[in-house]
């Protein structure tokens, strides 16, 4: 641990928003990894209950859907049903409204990792001229004719230390921002098909509660 703290110390004074940056990366990518590692494995099971339950009860889809409210998935099945019987338009509105509310939760945090994949390089470029400025400096101080080991060895470990930390974070930043990226890509496409197929149910059993209406209008 202390050799980890004296490697910290050598790389300067730009190790310090360095650090700050790494905490904000790794809490916010801790959240994120969270929040799909529920999403994912509960979401299956949350989509079968609903959808099998909505086949011969709304109502009962509907309790199904709002148990499971804590998940993207359970909140974009309820906001429909929630409106209980209403026009085949009005659900599907609420179906596309409930999905851009959570595909733009699904984005929340992107530009931040943006901004942290593009800034750490740039305090690791700053780090690296501010120890080779002192590598120069402590040359320039113990005189043309003399060799001072310690002075250029302490200059180029900080420029090291310092480029290799901003680029270590950079790349970090990235590998979690794609991560994301891709995982959202693919909870769009299946939120998508999940909410073609609750429309489609709640449309058949819209088309089968009208049915008796039209008939006894008929036999008149």
């Known amino acids: 641990m202390t ?19 790494s905490v904000v990366t790794f809490a916010y990518a801790v959240e994120r990894i969270w929040y799909w ?20 009860d ?9 148990r499971s ?3 993207a998935i359970g909140r974009v099945l309820a906001a429909p049903l929630k409106l209980k019987l209403t026009s085949p338009e009005t659900f599907h509105l609420a179906l596309v409204a ?17 901004s942290i994949a593009a800034v750490a390089p740039l305090c690791g470029i700053v780090g690296t001229a501010n120890g ?21 060895t302490s200059g180029i470990g ?26 959202r890509a693919q909870q769009m496409d299946y939120f998508s098909k999940v909410s073609s197929e609750l429309e489609l149910i709640y449309l ?9 209406k039209v008939i006894s209008q008929d036999s008149y």
């Not at 300067?12 to 940056?21: D, E, F, K």
């Open 37 to 56: 590692f529920k999403l994912i494995f509960q979401e299956k099971q949350v989509v079968h209950e609903v959808l099998t339950a909505a086949k011969t």
């Open 158 to 183: 900080q420029a090291l230390i310092a480029s290799g930390a901003g680029i270590s974070l950079a790349v970090a930043a990235f590998v979690f921002l794609r991560t994301f990226i891709i995982l």
């Open 3 to 21: 050799r980890i703290f004296d490697v910290f110390l050598a790389g300067g004074l730009v190790m310090y928003p360095l650090l700050a940056l």
């Open 132 to 152: 080779l400025i002192t590598v120069f400096y402590n040359l320039k101080s113990a005189g043309a004719d003399s060799t001072n080991v310690q002075a250029v």
């Open 58 to 66: 709304l109502d009962k889809a509907l309790s199904f859907a709002e």
């Open 69 to 71: 409210e804590g998940l």
């Open 98 to 114: 409930a999905l851009d509310r959570e595909f733009i939760e699904m984005r929340r945090g992107d530009k931040l990792l943006e």
């Open 204 to 212: 058949h059993s819209l088309n089968q509660q009208m049915q008796p």
